[in-house]
């Protein structure tokens, strides 16, 4: 029997609709042993659950809904919501991470937020239910298939913005360039961070057309109000101090090796150690007294400056980039082992000498721009970052590596607002076409 194509039209859909759930069922069900394992052993996936399964309270409906992975992200999204909430009349933010989550609760604590959804159809739809956003700001790297399909399907603009593509991303994604084709080809804006960034987007099937350099919004320029901390700005007045910062396993025995090597030389000297990931800290702490120095936690502050030699264990999050300013130097760790290096310019933002080790795939250009400008050095091994630490301790006055971070974040300024105005008219189609 002939079919009038608009009948087609609607019977294709509806067998799309059909296999889409068909495969979200499948998904659920191979997930279940897994996800009920996941839980009996690691009591943190308990936490927030019900977000990540798609449970929104008190949220507005409209506006953009922002996104990104962590603590990083989180800083850049506190950059650019208030831009989008003069856009978009609001803005609902999720985040991968629950250190992420609550370090956006620090920078901007009236913005509404949760932990993002499992990446699986049933948990974005009833987001994307519960939100009904204008529009769908993603941060950086944040390429989840379903979400951006979900959306694309209601016919919410997607933009990602300070977008980025390490190494190591770049060459995991090329394996799977099917599946993120389909992605980038639903995505109407990408703000790349630069212009390899740029190229690589398009090595990826994005559209050339709909991609601008708009700038590495980890870059700019940090608002006031870093929310400083009384007990800690008193503890940090105490000495002079170096900061290892986002360390991972064998970082910290450099970072002890490079405080003994300056008090070697007389030098009056703290250290203040934030390894990146929680469930390292006891094992942190164990390491410091079994190297024979006096501890501090920051968790137990009872007051008092931090005295020469002392360390300092940075056991919460939000306070490492307080720590980077009132610090002499800092080390950015996940360099000196293999694990590709984390965020190198945020301790550059308030004018420091930044150092770094061998491992930078996921930080390539931040690392250039440090050394180029000469805001930042690289180390090969614990040795060079002790040469590092005595130079900078001994140093009078401000160290030339700090003049050149502060012009370097001058220079580079501007990335916000190139940022806001590529995302601008595809947040306005959003709320014109939801009105």
């Not at 070697?264 to 079994?290: F, N, Q, T």
């Not at 550059?348 to 930080?363: E, H, L, M, R, S």
Request: glycine share 10%.
């Amino acid at each position: 029997m002939w079919t009038r194509p608009r009948q087609r039209v609607r019977s294709w859909r509806t067998c799309l609709s059909l296999l889409r759930h068909s495969g979200a069922a499948l998904l659920a069900a191979l997930a279940v042993p897994v996800g009920g394992l996941s839980l009996a052993i690691n009591s943190k996936w308990r936490l927030g659950l019900s977000e990540r399964l798609g449970a929104r309270k008190g949220v507005s409906r409209g506006g953009v809904w922002l996104h990104g992975a962590s603590v990083g992200e989180a800083a850049v999204m506190a950059r650019l919501i208030p831009g989008l909430e003069a856009m978009a009349g609001g803005v609902n933010a999720s985040l991968t991470s629950l250190s992420g989550r609550d370090r956006l609760h620090q920078l901007s604590p009236d913005t509404k937020k949760a932990l993002a959804p499992l990446d699986h159809p049933w948990c974005v739809d009833r987001v994307l239910s519960a939100l009904d956003p204008a529009a769908l700001i993603l941060v950086e790297t944040e390429l989840w298939p379903f979400l951006i399909e979900g959306a694309s399907r209601r016919g919410i603009p997607i933009a990602l913005v300070s977008a980025r593509l390490s190494d190591r991303s770049f060459q995991n994604y090329l394996r799977f360039r099917p599946v993120f084709s389909r992605s980038l080809a639903r995505i109407h804006g990408i703000g790349a961070r630069s212009e390899e960034d740029a190229d690589r987007f398009v090595a990826l099937g994005a559209e050339e057309s709909r991609i601008e350099v708009t700038g590495d919004l980890k870059l700019e320029p940090l608002a006031e109000g870093r929310f400083p901390d009384v007990e800690l700005e008193e503890v940090l007045a105490g000495h002079p101090f170096l900061v290892a910062g986002s360390t991972h396993s064998g970082e910290e025995s450099a970072a002890l090796a490079a405080l003994a090597a300056c008090e070697s030389v007389g030098l009056k000297l703290a250290l203040v150690l934030a390894p990146r990931h929680a469930s390292r800290m006891e094992e942190v702490a164990r390491s410091v007294i079994d190297s024979g120095r006096s501890l501090k936690r920051r968790s137990t502050l009872s007051g008092g400056g931090l005295a020469s030699g002392e360390v300092l264990l940075l056991d919460t999050f939000g306070e490492l980039s307080f720590c980077y300013e009132r610090s002499v130097g800092a080390f950015v760790g996940g360099t000196l082992v293999d694990r590709g290096g984390h965020n190198l310019l945020e301790p550059a933002q308030f004018g420091k000498p930044v150092c770094f080790g061998p491992y930078i795939q996921n930080v390539r250009e931040s690392a250039q721009l440090l050394e180029s400008s000469g805001a930042g050095r690289c180390v090969e091994d614990p040795q060079a970052l002790a040469e590092w630490a005595i130079e900078i301790a001994g140093w009078t006055g401000s160290h030339p590596a700090g003049e050149a971070a502060e012009h370097l974040v001058k220079a580079h300024s501007g990335s916000l607002g190139r940022t806001l105005s590529f995302a601008e008219p595809l947040v306005s189609r959003g709320v014109h076409e939801g009105a």
